[in-house]
């Protein structure tokens, strides 16, 4: 008998022995052996082959002047149920002095309701849905509907499902992930001619792949700085990043609330838990500024997303990358592979560039010299900021230049590069006393010094009137790194 002792309302399709029932006054019993009860708001039949009860009438509400229309929308409290051999149902409404008549409806028309003809990549979840309505067009409510896989890989949430108060019954088709072309699924109900969806799976898009070690500070020094640190220009390497051919560079117009984006060509880049700034997206290549790190942390794993925000969402593996608090290295206007580079730098009285194909500088001369991977700055920064003011560098700072350490009155600013996230700047005077030649600078923040090898050329005679239109060409390392500015570009690699 149903009922399990507790008050409370009725799910549908649920067992009978484990519904709730609230003051049942009626009950009848059909030729088929279903029982009818009539509860306070409700009257619900169970099924004498599955032993399930489920909701035939009335919509909780008692009193009503509501007269005609579906059953499930009448208010009615039933104290009185006969049910007659063609199967309408008559009910002592009590509550509201009348005695209803409840016609059945037959099924006559399954129509795909949604779903048919969708073309997903393999291993993609879709809904497909059926309605079921009379010969009148109204809706069949709690009908079963079975499902079925006819052709092709695919797997459903449900085989059977009933139809919703709408006449709609649902299910979710899995399609395999290796599975490629036409999948057939087949809907029946009541007898009536089923109806069937036709859908076809593509090939599954690869998923991105970080190669090992392929997280690298984006100057990509030799040897490559394989390791982050906050707010550090870094470029993650490996395989399906995008399509082949693609190069998307981060412009003023794709900026986001003022700041770089953090999805941009469809990729994002995860670091740890947050979602990192991106200024470029090639096939192979995402250059990216390094979010906050969780403090004291050794070690941030870095993924890949494509389609990212969207359902099809897919995520490389993590790679693991140590964490530091600065990753100093400077950017170049060449390269060797040696890692003897001329560091790209600019006079920052004439902002001619200087050194390598430039003029060199000249002792006296204050040169700016650009880098990333500084660390914090006071005032701090957030990644993706676009800074419009100086921050000058937290870390204690020495200068090693050419043999020499660089006296602190020549240091006049390490520091962020206004307008440029991520792109430090080191602002000095070259002593006076410098000879001619090629001068080795390292840069030491805290602990972590820039590699070995980068130098900047200084000559006595300095620039020759005559050279200085032959030079007005601004620095460009590769584009990405300034947004607004076509000062600084970090190379694609």
């Known amino acids: ?78 104290s009185d149920i006969s049910i007659n051999s063609d ?116 090939a599954a898009s690869a998923l991105p792949t970080v190669s090992s070690g392929g997280v690298a500070g984006a100057p990509l020094s030799t040897p490559a700085i394989r390791a982050v640190s906050s707010n550090a220009i870094a470029s993650v390497f490996g395989t399906n990043f995008a399509a082949a051919g693609t190069s998307r560079i981060v412009g003023a117009a794709d900026l986001q609330a003022g700041k770089i984006p953090t999805t941009f060509a469809g990729v994002c880049v995860q670091v740890g838990a947050v979602r990192a700034p991106i200024y470029a997206v090639f096939a192979n290549q995402v250059n990216f500024q390094v979010p906050a790190l969780v403090p004291d942390a050794t070690t941030a794993d870095v993924r890949v997303i494509t389609s990212c925000g969207t359902a099809d969402e897919k995520i490389s593996a993590p790679e693991a990358v140590p964490a530091r608090a600065a990753t100093p290295e400077f950017f170049y206007f060449s390269q060797t592979s040696d890692g003897r580079n001329p560091i790209a730098g600019l006079n920052a009285v004439t902002g001619q560039p200087v050194g390598a194909t430039f003029p060199a500088a000249k002792p006296g001369d204050i040169v700016a010299l650009y880098a990333t ?58 002593p006076d006393d410098t000879a001619d030649g090629d001068m080795a600078v390292t840069v030491l923040i805290g602990s972590q010094s820039t590699p070995v090898g980068p130098y900047l050329t200084v000559k006595g005679s300095g620039i020759a009137p005559s050279d200085v239109g032959k030079h007005l060409e601004l620095l460009r390392i590769q584009r990405m790194g300034s947004v607004d500015r076509e000062r600084l570009e970090i190379r694609k690699r």
């Open 87 to 202: 199967g309408s149902i008559l009910i002592a409404d009590a509550t509201n002095h009348r005695v209803r008549l409840l016609s059945p409806l037959r099924p006559a028309s399954l129509t795909i309701s949604s779903g048919n003809n969708q073309s997903v990549p393999a291993g993609t979840n879709l809904s497909i849905s059926v309605k079921l309505t009379d010969a009148a067009g109204l809706i069949i409510y709690n009908e079963p509907v079975t499902f079925s896989v006819v052709s092709g890989t695919a797997t459903l949430s449900k085989y059977t499902n009933f139809t919703g108060t709408d006449g709609i019954a649902a299910t979710v088709v899995a399609v395999g992930a290796s599975a490629t072309g036409a999948v057939t699924v087949r809907a029946s109900a009541a007898n009536l001619t089923p109806v069937t969806f036709t859908l076809t799976a593509s």
């Open 373 to 430: 991977g500084f660390g914090d700055t006071d005032p701090s920064l957030d990644a993706g900021q676009i800074p419009d003011s100086i921050a000058r560098v937290k870390g204690n700072v020495q200068i090693q230049f050419g043999s020499k350490a660089l006296p602190a009155g020549n240091i006049l600013y390490v520091g962020i590069a206004p307008f440029n996230p991520g792109l430090y700047q080191v602002n000095l005077k070259i």
């Open 1 to 78: 008998m149903p009922g399990n002792g507790t008050e409370g309302i009725t799910i549908d399709n649920v067992a009978a022995t484990a519904a709730s029932v609230s003051f049942p006054e009626a009950m009848g019993m059909d030729t088929q052996g279903n029982l009818y009860v009539g509860q306070r708001g409700y009257v619900h039949r169970i099924s004498a082959t599955t032993g399930l009860i489920s909701k035939i009438a009335g919509n909780r509400l008692f009193s009503t002047t509501k007269e005609t229309g579906a059953a499930t929308d009448v208010p009615m409290d039933p």
